[in-house]
């Protein structure tokens, strides 16, 4: 088992968010809207996730971090998505976020996208430079690198919030309105 640290967050009332989220938007955007709907399958182009909802027991995981990369990069630093989900107490767990990809299995220093259900589909992503240009493939296998920002659920249908926000007309962007 890896070793943890756990955290009760505190939960903030959804319609202080829509309240809050809509006034900065406002404020920001010529047309803007935010609505509590139900959760679109998010197996379903655009998306194609690994699970159909982002609902049930939400978790958030920070996992290593820079000290696994400085003086030298640690390339032993390698946590798989089972005992991640263990350490959060949802062993089939959906895990979407940021992260590096586990370069002994990639082969080299990669950034990893993930969306995988432990136990279930994988559909995660890796991307990286190759000179002066990119590329994004397929990443199957079963852990990461060094560090990572995760959301972990049970992948569960349920509602979510639906923003939208056209024509920018103040000095925020939209992830700063947030």
């Not at 399958?41 to 958030?60: F, H």
Request: proline content about 5%.
């Amino acid at each position: 088992m890896l070793p943890t640290t756990k955290h009760k967050l505190d939960t903030v009332d959804i319609n202080d968010i829509i309240s809050s989220l809509q006034r900065a938007l406002s404020a920001n955007f010529a047309e803007s809207s935010v609505e509590l709907v139900d959760c679109p399958d998010l197996t379903q182009s655009p998306w194609c996730m690994a699970c159909p909802g982002l609902s049930g027991s939400p978790r958030v995981c920070d996992i290593g971090g820079v000290p696994n990369l400085i003086p030298l990069v640690n390339t032993s630093k390698v946590y798989k998505y089972s005992d991640i989900a263990e350490c959060c107490e949802l062993p089939q767990a959906l895990i979407v976020g940021a992260s590096a990809g586990d370069s002994n299995l990639q082969g080299v220093n990669c950034e990893l996208m993930n969306n995988a259900q432990v136990g279930g589909k994988h559909c995660s992503k890796y991307a990286l430079m190759q000179g002066d240009q990119y590329k994004l493939g397929d990443y199957k296998h079963q852990s990461l690198g060094l560090l990572g920002n995760l959301f972990l659920s049970q992948g569960l249908p349920g509602k979510v919030l639906k923003v939208t926000a056209f024509n920018r007309k103040g000095t925020l962007n939209f992830v700063s309105c947030a």
